[in-house]
C-alpha cells in the first residue's frame, strides 16, 4: 500500500439515506431553494445532511430528501434523537419539499431553537449554517455518498461491543487480544506498520478550568475527530486517560507523520467554543514504524518518547521516532 492511499479516509461505497417522517401543519413561507440533489465534480452526487459538530451526541448525523418531514428532539421517535438535557421531547423540525426548500423552525422548546447564534422560531437554512438546538450545536452541510458512508461506518465503529465505553475507541485488550496477529499478517505480506500517539495537551489544566464534565466531552469529541480522519483499516484505542493510539497498517513511518499531522491540524482548529466558551484544545503526536523482530511494548515505547519530543518542543506538535532529538528537548522535563 502506498503513502497516498492513507491520505483519504473514505471509501467509494453507496450510503442508503433516509428517516422517519412526523405530521406537521404547513409552515410560514420562509424556505430557501436548495436544488437536491446535485453533482460536483470529484464528489458526484450531494446530500444535504445535518450532523451534530459538538456535545456529547457529535457525529450524529441525518439525511434530508424531498417531501420529508422531520423532528429533532429526546424522544426516541424523532428524527435525529440528541440526548442532552437541554433538548425538549419535540424541539424542532425540519422540512424539505419536494421541489428542494429546507424549512427549519421551533416547536415551542424550553431552550430555544438558533441558527448561526441567532434565536428564531423559523429560518432559512444554507449550507454550512450553523443550527443551535439547546446546546446541542449541529450544522446543514452537502456531503458526497461516500462521505456519508465513511461516517456511518464510524459510528458502527464506535458503537461496537468492547470500545471503551466513554469514547467508543478500543481498549488496551485489544492490543494484546488482536494487535499480534494484525502485526503478523503485514509482516507475512512485507507491508510497514506505524502507530501513532496522540496525548491532549494541558489536559489537566482544561479538567480544572472547565470540569471533569468537559474534559469528557473533549475525550468523546476527540475519538470521533480522529475516527473520522483515518481509514476504516486503521484502529484506534484508548491507551489511557488522554492518550490514544492510531495503528496504521500498510503505512511507513513518513506516511504516517502525514495522517499525524493532518489529525494535529483537525484537532487545533475544531471549533472548540462550542463544547465551552474560551476552550482551546491541541495535541502533542508521536509517530514510529515498527521495525523488524521488534517486541510491541519497545515499539510503542519509541512513540511515546516521540510525543514527549513533540511536548517539549512547544506542544501542538508531531515528532517522529527516527528523528534525533536536540540537545534542548533531550535535557528538558517532560511537560504534560
Known amino acids: 500500500m502506498s503513502n497516498s492511499e492513507n491520505s483519504d479516509p473514505k471509501s467509494d461505497s453507496l450510503f442508503s439515506v433516509g428517516a422517519g417522517r412526523t405530521h406537521m401543519e404547513e409552515p410560514a413561507d420562509v424556505t430557501m431553494k436548495l436544488t437536491l440533489p ?28 424531498g417531501g420529508q418531514e422531520m423532528v429533532i428532539g429526546r424522544d426516541e421517535s424523532a428524527g435525529l434523537v440528541l440526548g442532552d438535557a437541554s433538548v425538549s421531547r419535540n424541539h424542532a423540525s425540519l422540512r424539505c419539499d419536494d421541489g428542494g426548500e429546507i424549512s427549519v423552525y421551533d416547536l415551542g422548546s424550553t431552550n430555544g431553537t438558533a441558527v448561526n447564534g441567532a434565536t428564531v422560531q423559523r429560518a432559512l437554512l444554507r449550507p454550512g449554517d450553523h443550527l443551535e438546538i439547546g446546546a446541542v450545536s449541529l450544522r446543514l452541510d452537502l456531503l458526497g ?14 458503537r461496537a461491543a468492547g470500545t471503551d465505553p466513554l469514547t467508543g475507541l478500543q481498549t488496551r485488550a485489544w492490543l494484546d487480544e488482536r494487535l499480534p496477529a494484525l502485526l503478523a499478517r503485514c509482516e507475512d505480506a512485507g507491508q510497514p506498520f506505524s502507530v501513532i500517539f496522540l496525548d491532549v495537551d494541558r489536559f ?24 473520522l480522519d483515518v481509514r476504516d483499516s486503521d484502529t484506534c484505542a484508548r491507551y489511557g486517560g488522554e492518550e490514544i493510539l492510531v495503528f496504521l497498517p500498510g503505512t511507513d513511518e513518513k506516511g504516517a507523520a502525514d495522517v499525524a499531522e493532518r489529525l494535529r491540524k483537525t484537532i487545533g482548529t475544531h471549533d472548540w467554543s462550542r463544547t465551552a466558551v474560551g476552550l482551546k484544545v491541541t495535541a502533542s503526536l508521536g509517530v514510529a514504524q515498527k521495525l523488524p523482530e521488534e517486541e510491541i511494548v519497545f515499539w510503542l515505547d519509541r512513540a511515546d518518547r516521540a510525543m514527549y519530543q513533540a511536548k517539549q518542543s512547544g506542544r501542538n506538535a508531531v515528532r517522529s521516532a527516527s528523528e534525533p532529538p536536540s540537545e534542548a528537548v533531550a535535557a528538558a522535563p517532560a511537560p504534560s
Open 145 to 158: 455518498l461516500d462521505e456519508l458512508h465513511h461516517l456511518s461506518r464510524v459510528l458502527e465503529r464506535m
Open 38 to 65: 446535485r453533482g460536483r465534480r470529484g464528489r458526484g452526487v450531494l446530500i444535504p445532511t445535518v450532523r451534530v459538530v459538538a456535545g456529547p451526541d457529535l457525529l450524529q448525523f441525518v439525511t434530508l430528501s
Open 204 to 227: 489537566k489544566s482544561i479538567n480544572d478550568t472547565f470540569g471533569h464534565r468537559v474534559g469528557d466531552q473533549v475525550l468523546q469529541a476527540l475519538a470521533r475527530l480522529v475516527l
